[in-house]
């Protein structure tokens, strides 16, 4: 079974949809079924109604049962579309008529590639919309049959997922050699990260973004796995990860760019914003953390946390036990005790290799003089999100922000908390691509 047309674009006015990608029952064999069956009679015109009908059955009591399905569920818990793969091949993707156009079959499709490690797919020649979806989505022809699976006269292409390969680049930065690295082609999206952080986080974001933009990715001053000697004249803190950020900019003639940044890299993005609007061309913040700009009342909310969030780390890092101090960091983060632990190991390891910077971060050096004024006066297309689940210091910061920031696009993220660019990076990048295509529109 091949897969019907997933469209790329999000509809106008939508910032991105709020379905989630789960598994499936038995039971639901049938509400899949129907599904194949409307996005098959929408996308596939070369099959007549007795192939359609010949085929109804073996989707139902043979295909299904022979793959791994995830299926994408709106916020009601209906479901629009599914993805099911087996080893690494995508067999069935096929979305409701109702549902194309709205980003879902990207977001399975994501999900298949990074979370199940699809890498290949057959595609119906008389399917054109469905190849050219593929091809912009990083795949690339590699062979082809002239019958199906079955024997019938209907070529088959094969795919085989070819994602941009990545750019490992250099440049002289405020007297430091820094590394960045470029994914595909187009116009540049320039990832921050935040703290225990470095350019790895970002791997799986470069990849999605590469079908269609330019993904820099870099690590800021102090962070990495390899520890650096702090400069004097380059403190820990936003400012001097904000110099950076603008040289970097300037040095490898990259501006504007569009700025996606979380967290402590989100506080460093504003700041740039800020002092250098001229080589943004617009940002992207998840849950910046900087209270510079807080009124008295989000001030108090924010340093309760705070004391709640930090106040055990500081003795353990004052004590040199930065390992336990980084577990810590991301049990508070993550909004629960052993949430370090239940992640994956690849970002348990980056994690523990950034912990040498939490001493840096807890000593940093004031932050700027942020002002409401200031961000009033910002006329960059500014999105400003956070999780419905996150800490209330965030959703302090969030609040005065989205207060502050003239024609803002700020939206509250059902279900999740401050980790959702690490737990579900196909989610993440579907709210970048969507915010940055409607700019397009726009323009």
């Known amino acids: 079974m091949k897969s019907s047309t997933p469209s790329a674009k999000a509809p106008s006015g939508q910032l991105t949809d709020t379905g989630t990608i789960c598994s499936v029952t038995e039971d639901e064999y049938e509400l899949l079924t129907a599904v194949w069956e409307e996005s098959v009679r929408a996308t596939h015109h070369f099959l007549s109604e007795e192939d359609i009908s010949s085929l109804r059955p073996r989707v139902l009591n043979d295909y299904l049962a022979s793959v791994v399905l995830r299926a994408y569920r709106d916020a009601d818990g209906h479901i629009l579309g599914f993805v099911g793969v087996s080893g690494n091949r995508i067999e069935m993707l096929f979305i409701s008529p109702e549902s194309r156009g709205k980003g879902i079959g990207r977001r399975l499709l994501q999900h298949a590639i990074s979370e199940m490690g699809a890498t290949i797919l057959d595609v119906n020649e008389q399917n054109p919309q469905a190849l050219e979806f593929y091809l912009k989505m990083g795949f690339r022809i590699i062979g082809r049959s002239p019958l199906d699976m079955m024997g019938n006269p209907f070529p088959l292409l094969h795919l085989e997922l070819s994602a941009p390969g990545i750019q490992k680049c250099s440049a002289r930065i405020n007297e430091r050699d820094m590394e960045y690295f470029i994914q595909g082609d187009g116009a540049p999206v320039l990832l921050v990260h935040g703290a225990l952080a470095d350019h790895r986080i970002w791997e799986k ?8 933009y330019k993904a820099i990715s870099f690590t800021q001053r102090y962070f990495g796995k390899r520890a650096a000697v702090v400069n004097d004249d380059y403190p820990f803190g936003i400012t001097t990860h904000m110099q950076d950020l603008r040289s970097l900019i300037e040095t490898a003639d990259q501006g504007p760019v569009h700025l996606v940044a979380w967290s402590y890299g ?18 992207f913040l998840y849950e910046p953390g900087c209270p510079a700009y807080l009124n008295e009342d989000q001030m108090q909310c924010f340093m309760s946390d705070a004391e709640e969030m930090f106040g055990p780390i500081f003795p353990i890092v004052a004590q040199n036990h930065l390992e336990k101090a980084a577990r810590l ?39 700027p003089a942020i002002t409401t004024e200031q961000l009033n006066q910002l006329r960059i297309p500014v999105a400003l999100l956070r999780g419905e689940k996150t800490r209330p210091l965030f959703r302090a910061v969030f609040d005065a922000a989205s207060d502050a920031i003239h024609g803002v696009h700020a939206r509250v993220i059902p279900d999740v908390g401050h980790m959702l660019p690490l737990e579900d990076p196909a989610a993440f990048v579907q709210l970048v691509r969507t915010f940055i295509d409607e700019l397009d529109q726009v323009a």
């Open 205 to 212: 974001h470069s990849a999605f973004l590469a079908d269609g």
């Open 266 to 283: 989100a506080d460093v993005a504003l700041a740039l914003a800020i002092q250098a609007p001229h080589l943004v061309r617009s940002l």
């Open 329 to 367: 960091m991301m049990d508070a983060s993550g909004g629960r005790e052993g949430y370090f632990e239940e992640q994956d190991e690849s970002l348990r390891v980056h994690q523990l290799e950034n912990a040498h910077s939490l001493a840096l971060q807890m000593t940093q050096t004031e932050p």
